[in-house]
């Protein structure tokens, strides 16, 4: 099946400061989303971003499918930023099926 | 409010009982999953339904049971076979197709004592 893999596991950020999240999949894919796990366990939609940029607030995401990775930019990270990130994708010709990568645990701190 | 109510919040059960997560989705979609997660870990697909009374085996089906009898609802079995039913899961939802955005509940905390 399709592995997806995301970057860096763990990232401890100041208050302020920028990040860049990764996911890399193994297989051609016709979807992806991200989402923010909060500390009560709520899954958050980010970003609907099968291709292209995308912008929202502080938050911005990039998905060049066609080399099979999607971008997750923090800028002026809060505290409310912490907690677990995670991309999911469907496969081409895999239906409804959404397969979830490994997830970015951020904490940031003051 | 439209959405996915998963209800309990919390829920304990003793070993070898068979205990029923309820979700519901009022978003009209046809599409629905169920996803378990535990600690520290990432999601995985327990079973998934793209339409009424049709459904599949996810990637860890073992031990669980699923039913399709109405669009906005799709109730998970935790079967006394599932040997670590301990565990945070979520229940989904979707259009139909590939190019459709899923929502997700609260989620239920199952812990088996």
């Known amino acids: 099946g399709i592995q997806v893999e995301q970057s860096p596991p763990d990232l401890i950020l100041q208050e302020g400061a920028n990040s860049t999240l990764r996911c890399n999949f193994s297989?051609?894919?016709?979807?992806l989303q991200w989402f923010h796990q909060n500390p009560w366990g709520q899954l958050i939609n980010l970003f609907y971003?099968?291709?292209g940029t995308k912008q929202n607030g502080r938050l911005s995401a990039t998905t060049v499918a066609t080399e099979r990775y999607s971008l997750l930019y923090i800028s002026s990270s809060q505290t409310t930023d912490s907690g677990v990130y995670f991309c999911?994708?469907?496969?081409?010709?895999?239906?409804?099926?959404?397969?979830f990568g490994t997830g970015t645990q951020l904490k940031v701190e003051l | 409010d439209g959405g996915i109510t998963q209800s309990p919040k919390y829920l304990f059960r003793k070993e070898g009982q068979n205990v029923t997560l309820s979700c519901e989705q009022n978003?009209?979609?046809?599409?629905m999953y169920w996803y378990r997660q535990d600690p520290g870990q990432g999601l995985r697909l327990i079973y998934y339904s793209q339409i009424v009374n049709d459904f599949q085996k996810g990637d860890i089906a073992e031990g669980y049971s699923v039913s399709r009898e109405k669009k906005e609802s799709f109730p998970l079995t935790v079967t006394s076979a599932q040997k670590n039913p301990t565990a945070f899961y979520l229940c989904?939802?979707?259009?139909?197709?590939?190019?459709?955005?899923?929502?997700f509940g609260q989620g239920t905390r199952l812990t088996v004592v």
């Open positions: 297989d051609s894919v016709n979807n």
């Open positions: 989904a939802s979707s259009d139909e197709g590939s190019y459709t955005e899923a929502f």
């Open positions: 999911a994708v469907r496969i081409t010709g895999g239906g409804n099926k959404l397969t």
């Open positions: 978003l009209n979609h046809d599409a």
């Open positions: 971003i099968p291709s």
